[in-house]
């Protein structure tokens, strides 16, 4: 397996709080990315990331911001919760062309946002 | 923009039947096809991919064609078992940003 961590695996919060994921990866690969998974919606990119410091959005990108420092982590951060960003994220990563774009997924965190 | 259009479920079928899940997409360009899975409780795994028109993927029975001229990549597999009671996403990569456009998923239900 992909050696791709994420915590907090659960987090309960409330509203207006602010909330920060991070994704872990030990493969050394350069892109990274964050996923929201809704029902009826399959999975929907928030950011990415194509090396250090190097990000962009992706098309629910609204309400969050991202920062990634080292090869190894992306931190999702949440400024101020909102009941609608309750969703399972799931960190991804992948070595681009060189792994035939391939991405590899971690186990998901659950966030409830009260 | 891109998307990425799934046969609503849940599938339910009896263990040995076939299986097919349509999967269609718009796309600018030419863009890789994916069918990842999920199953309860954990991340999306690879299932199989296609890079290029008429490309077949395949992997532990399941197959998949990219067919640019009606914009399809359905998953087919001949007999299916109880362990491939699973959620199935079809996905296409954008080029540009090599993120994956994810359908919305199909869960698929085999019953003994």
């Known amino acids: 397996d992909a050696g791709i961590t994420q915590s907090p695996r659960h987090k309960v919060t409330e509203t207006g709080t602010p909330v920060t994921l991070r994704c872990h990866q030990t493969?050394?690969?350069?892109?990274m990315y964050w996923y929201r998974q809704d029902p009826g919606h399959g999975l929907r990119l928030i950011h990415y990331s194509y090396g250090v410091k190097d990000t962009d959005k992706g098309e629910v990108s609204d309400g969050y911001s991202v920062s990634r420092s080292k090869t190894e982590d992306f931190l999702l951060t949440l400024e101020s919760a909102t009941s609608s960003q309750t969703s399972v994220y799931f960190c991804?990563?992948?070595?681009?062309?060189?792994?035939?774009?391939?991405?590899?997924f971690g186990p998901g965190t659950r966030l409830t946002v009260l | 923009g891109n998307s990425v259009t799934q046969m609503e479920g849940p599938v339910t079928l009896s263990e040995e039947a076939f299986l097919t899940i349509n999967c269609t997409y718009t796309a600018t360009g030419y863009p890789s096809l994916f069918w990842y899975v999920q199953y309860p409780g954990e991340g999306l795994q690879l299932l199989l991919k296609?890079?290029?028109?008429?490309d077949k993927g395949s992997n532990k029975g399941f197959e998949a064609t990219y067919r640019k001229e009606t914009t399809s990549f359905h998953l087919e597999k001949g007999s299916v078992q109880v362990s491939d009671s699973a959620v199935y996403f079809c996905a296409l990569m954008d080029t540009g940003r090599r993120a994956l456009t994810f359908g919305s998923g199909t869960r698929l239900q085999v019953q003994p």
């Open positions: 493969e050394n690969h350069r892109y």
């Open positions: 991804a990563i992948s070595e681009g062309e060189l792994g035939g774009n391939e991405q590899f």
């Open positions: 296609a890079t290029k028109a008429d």
